[in-house]
Structure formats: structure tokens, C-alpha cells
């Protein structure tokens, strides 16, 4: 059975960071683009960064370009989201979600998804 397990969520301060890590297993994901998404209290959700299945190309949301990296190592079929230079506003619930081959913005044309995990920032 498939599934996409989310660590290294919890609280930090604006300006610190978090490193975000999803573990997939039961199948092999290497094939599969990876998206983190966040969804914060009363907004939809959305895609903050993605990465497909080389990972030769990724893309940031206008609101984290420049401090999240997103990255895979398919070796161990898991996919990170550095977050560097927190803001009070990056406070949401992040989910990786995984979908054939190249990523796309909505998330509804994804797979599989992790249980996510909560991440809040504090000032």
C-alpha cells in the first residue's frame, strides 16, 4: 500500500527554520513528481513547491521563492522542503503529494498524499 509519511514539522520562530522531510513507501515514487502543499485555517490549499521526477525541474510559489528549496533523493525515496527565513505567514498544515512523472498546481490531479504536518511560526 502506498503511502507518504510527512516529519519535521513543529514551532519556531519568524526568521528561523524547518526542514521538512516525506518518506514514501509500498511503492517506488522515483517515476512521480513531488509537491508540498500547505493549507493554513480557512484558505485553500496550495502548492508551495514542486519537483518532478528527475529533478531537473522545481517550481516555488511567488510567496517562498528564494527561501524553501525543494529537493529528492530517489535512492531513499524521500523528498525535502528547506525552509529558511520563516514568516509568520508560512503557518499552515504542509502536505507532499505525490503524481506521475511532472507537477501541476492543483491539487486535485494528485495520487497519493501524506497525513500531513503542522507548521507554526511564532514572532
Known amino acids: 500500500q502506498a503511502q507518504l509519511v510527512e516529519s519535521g514539522g513543529g514551532l519556531v520562530q519568524a526568521g528561523g527554520s524547518l526542514r521538512l522531510s516525506c518518506a514514501a513507501s509500498?511503492?517506488?515514487?522515483?517515476?512521480?513528481?513531488m509537491g508540498w502543499f500547505r493549507q493554513a485555517p480557512g484558505k485553500e490549499r496550495e502548492l508551495v513547491a514542486a519537483?518532478?521526477?528527475?529533478?531537473?525541474?522545481?517550481y516555488y510559489a511567488g510567496s517562498v521563492k528564494g527561501r524553501f528549496t525543494i529537493s529528492r533523493d530517489n535512492a531513499k525515496n524521500t523528498v525535502y522542503l528547506q525552509m529558511n527565513s520563516l514568516k509568520l505567514e508560512d503557518t499552515a498544515v504542509y502536505y507532499c503529494?505525490?503524481?506521475?512523472?511532472?507537477?501541476?498546481?492543483?491539487?486535485?490531479?494528485?495520487?497519493?498524499w501524506g497525513q500531513g504536518t503542522q507548521v507554526t511560526v511564532s514572532s
Open positions: 519537483i518532478n521526477w528527475s529533478g531537473d525541474s522545481t
Open positions: 509500498g511503492r517506488t515514487f522515483s517515476s512521480d513528481a
Open positions: 503529494a505525490a503524481r506521475a512523472w511532472s507537477w501541476r498546481p492543483n491539487p486535485y490531479e494528485y495520487d497519493y
